[in-house]
């Protein structure tokens, strides 16, 4: 799974009249990262062996659906298909499949779950860093293979279907999100109404902490050191996630190459810190943080702004960092003291 965590996964948690906060902390191993599960309440209230079945079942289930480590997965049988033709899925890939493809068209490409290929030849697949970076022939010839719009979706008799046979997809970039958004359902199926999620940065919060306070999650810094936080904010109800490429990158004469690859040039994006979002649904910003990560922040607020979307960039400029933010973070998501996070519109 692609590196694009910038949140601190830990809670900020207080201590309250001498006692301990009670809670149920569950984690393991999921998707080539990690989940963190926390669930406020005692021993008493809360079924901790219901909690892990349901976190199992949900994480199996989506791998055998949309892991592209497993060959039988039903992406990855989509994947290795040469038909043009339409192929059945299942009615959850179909799902994930039309939400990334209207982010795709809604940022005019930014956002591309068939750009894996051009990872890969920038060195950022399974083989590593490349002896000789890509030429421009051989860019040219793979974008002729990669693009949102050589990809159909029907969720009505779920399928999807190629345009050309060497097309594939990687659901990486909205899968920890959309199992984020399962797991919250089947928690408040189970009566939980107080609990943070998190699947390899993808974080959601519902309720209240075992203090009785708004989940607390802070964003780091995009700095290619020891994790610190920059920002603390408070949850109610939401989502955040964050997209960056300060630590997942290689250097080549003096230059460095980022993992974010833009799909509509096929070059890697300059750095320039990280962009967090804010909402309701942990799929949609999971594929929108990537998005505006390669549109940059001016391209980036304008169109987060045009669609409403709370969205912050975290700029580095040498050793100074600064903050700019659309409208909707700007008036909706504060930080842990209360005040307003924006440094500049």
Not at 316 to 331: C, I, V, W
Request: charged share 25%; glycine share 8%.
């Amino acid at each position: 799974m692609l590196t694009r965590i910038a949140l601190l996964a830990s809670l900020l948690l207080f201590a309250s009249c001498g006692r301990a906060p009670r809670e149920l902390v569950l984690s393991g191993p999921t998707m080539g990262t990690t989940y963190t599960v926390k669930v406020a309440g005692s021993p008493q209230t809360v079924d901790a062996e219901a909690v892990r079945r349901t976190i199992d079942d949900v994480l199996a289930l989506i791998d055998t659906q949309m892991s592209t480590y497993r060959a039988d997965s039903a992406l990855s049988r989509f994947n290795a298909t040469r038909s043009t033709d339409w192929v059945d899925v299942p009615a959850e890939v179909a799902r994930v499949i039309a939400l990334g493809q209207e982010i795709s068209r809604r940022s005019d490409g930014a956002f591309d779950m068939t750009v894996a290929p051009l990872i890969r030849v920038w060195g950022f697949g399974p083989s590593g860093e490349p002896e000789q970076l890509p030429t421009d022939e051989q860019l040219a010839a793979i974008r002729r293979e990669v693009g949102y719009s050589l990809l159909d979706v029907r969720e009505d008799t779920p399928a999807l279907r190629k345009h050309t046979p060497e097309l594939t997809i990687d659901v990486n970039g909205i899968a920890p999100g959309y199992a984020v958004d399962v797991l919250a359902a089947r928690f408040a199926a189970l009566g939980l109404r107080d609990f943070m999620i998190d699947i390899g940065g993808e974080v959601l919060a519902r309720g209240r902490n075992a203090n009785g306070v708004a989940w607390r999650i802070a964003v780091e810094r995009p700095q290619d050191t020891e994790p610190t936080p920059y920002k603390i904010l408070e949850l109610h109800d939401e989502s955040v996630t964050t997209s960056g490429e300060y630590r997942h990158y290689f250097e080549r004469e003096g230059r460095r190459y980022s993992h974010t690859i833009d799909p509509r040039t096929g070059q890697p994006i300059e750095s320039h810190g990280s962009v967090v979002v804010v909402g309701n649904s942990s799929a949609a910003i999971d594929a929108w943080a990537t998005a505006m990560n390669v549109l940059g922040p001016d391209a980036g607020v304008e169109l987060a702004d045009r669609e409403g979307l709370a969205v912050m960039y975290v700029l580095a400029e040498g050793s100074t960092l600064r903050a700019r933010t659309s409208a909707a973070f700007e008036r909706n998501v504060r930080s842990v003291e209360g005040e307003r996070v924006t440094d500049e519109r």
